[in-house]
């Protein structure tokens, strides 16, 4: 536990001052990640909006509210059982969507992020995460829920938080993935729902 979180805070530390790219110029804070350095779950977003620039913490405004929630119903906690963290650490202008080139750079932080947690199961938040992580034609309106196994990891795209604010129609579907990532791990993971150690 103190190794890992050693080492995800020495990463953050160097992350911090990072101007890999261009988004560097607009950001108030960098949002390197949140939760347990002992998380088998790793959700994984696009990057960060106004609210998370301003607090340096991933998923805090409106989408983070409903978030929370969704993870609350089958008992994770940013706080306590899961990892959160963006494909890029700095917020794009006008909140438009990462471009590839940034992502090709700023993924290298995620790669560092991943080897330390070492996750058993991602969750991809939204298209751009899924497209990157899981497969680039993913089409996240047909294939959310769906589990694939990548590199000995399970992965799971799912709707994002902030497109079920804007269609709360999605959200009885989106609901039911989150019922059957709670499945998940119950059957792959070891410490999550029981005993993980805490960090403080
Ligand atoms: S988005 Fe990533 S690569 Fe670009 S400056 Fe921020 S931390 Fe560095």
Redesign the pocket.
């Known amino acids: 536990m103190e190794e890992k979180k050693k080492l995800l805070e020495e990463l953050e530390k160097q992350?911090s001052s990072?101007?890999?790219?261009g988004?560097?110029r607009g950001r108030h804070n960098?949002v390197f990640g949140v939760g347990n350095p002992e998380a088998e779950v790793m959700f994984i977003g696009e990057g960060p909006g106004e609210q998370e620039d301003l607090k340096g913490e991933p998923f805090v405004g409106k989408a983070g509210i409903l978030l929370d929630k969704m993870l609350t119903a089958i008992d994770l906690d940013r706080n306590k059982n899961i990892y959160i963290a963006n494909i890029?650490?700095?917020r794009p202008p006008q909140n438009r969507d990462p471009e590839p080139g940034?992502q090709d750079?700023?993924i290298a932080?995620l790669r560092r992020q991943f080897a330390v947690v070492r996750p058993k199961i991602i969750v991809c938040l939204g298209r751009i995460a899924a497209a990157r992580i899981i497969k680039p034609d993913i089409r996240i309106k047909r294939e959310h829920g769906t589990v694939i196994k990548k590199g000995g990891v399970l992965m799971m795209p799912v709707l994002h938080p902030a497109a079920l604010l804007r269609n709360p129609s999605d959200k009885p579907g989106a609901f039911q993935d989150f019922l059957d990532l709670q499945k998940l791990i119950r059957e792959n993971c070891e410490h999550t729902y029981d005993g993980i150690p805490q960090y403080d």
């Open positions: 992350c990072c101007s890999r790219c988004l560097c960098v890029v650490k700095c940034e750079i700023c932080w």
